[in-house]
């Protein structure tokens, strides 16, 4: 894993405060590795074997989705000592209903408190947000917090980009789950014509002030509070884009 480390621009030293190692490789997995669905729009198949997952986001600097991305920080953390679990969360969709179990895979790390990691989702919380606490809870972007939802064990995850109105984001339980138990939902989301990913083409990732998103025929710059947007004209302009500024080839 020492070059998975070094490709997130991360150090082997683990010594230190183990939380604020969690919270720095968390952060610099989201700012190196972009999260994109580029693989289902090239008939390349995604699969969860952790050297599958290597080969595709180490040796060819790509990114991917949420099974990829979180399992594989998964083995990297725990590689790294980490006592953390895989969980399934359900994503809500835009009329309030939360989608089916193994809808999205997030990460579980027991130190001392509970933390819900998440390198997967697209755009999300930046650091780790503690579980088991009632506060609203800041990643230097945005606003989350955690609440039960009266069901055992049940908890939703909200955001805010105001401190005012929270939106929910996903459901999700403490239940541990194991990597194949997602293969299903993996395979229906690269194949199904209903499908959001096979639907649209995305690959986006977080910068110092902001972020830079391709989504289908956009290519997308969020600065310092600025929004630019500008129309892919070719498939030759998209892999230009692609290269110059998510440094993938395909």
């Known amino acids: 894993m ?10 082997k030293h683990t010594t230190g405060d ?6 720095e490789l968390h952060y610099r997995h989201l700012v190196t590795v972009p999260f994109e669905d580029l693989s289902i729009h090239h008939n390349q198949p995604i699969e969860l074997e952790v050297n599958r997952l290597y080969e595709k986001v180490i040796d060819y600097n790509r990114g991917g989705f949420c099974y990829e ?4 920080f998964y083995h990297l953390l725990t590689h790294l000592g980490y006592e953390v679990s895989i ?20 990460l579980l790390v027991q130190i001392n408190e509970l933390w819900l990691c998440d390198v997967g989702f697209g755009d999300l919380f930046l650091s780790p947000i503690k579980v088991m606490c009632e506060d609203i809870q800041f990643d230097g972007r945005k606003w989350f917090k955690i609440e039960r939802t009266g069901e055992e064990n ?13 939106e929910k984001k996903y459901l999700f339980t403490l239940q541990p789950k194991k ?19 096979v639907k649209n083409k995305i690959c986006t990732i977080p ?14 710059v969020k600065s310092g509070g600025l929004r630019t ?6 498939s030759q302009h998209e892999s230009a884009i692609l290269q110059q500024e998510f440094g993938i080839s395909i």
């Open 154 to 166: 049940e908890y939703v995850l909200l955001e805010s980009k105001d401190q005012k109105r929270f």
């Open 207 to 220: 910068t110092p002030d902001g972020r830079k998103t391709l989504f289908n025929s956009k290519y997308i």
């Open 179 to 197: 990597i194949p138990e997602f293969y299903d939902q993996c395979y229906w989301k690269q194949n199904h014509p209903d499908s959001y990913f």
């Open 2 to 11: 020492d070059r998975y480390i070094a490709k997130i621009g991360s150090s």
């Open 69 to 72: 991305l979180n399992s594989l």
């Open 229 to 234: 947007h500008t129309s892919i004209q070719s």
């Open 18 to 23: 183990p939380s604020k190692r969690l919270r």
């Open 87 to 106: 969980i399934s969360a359900r994503i809500f969709d835009d009329e309030g209903v939360p989608g089916p179990e193994y809808d999205h895979m997030a």
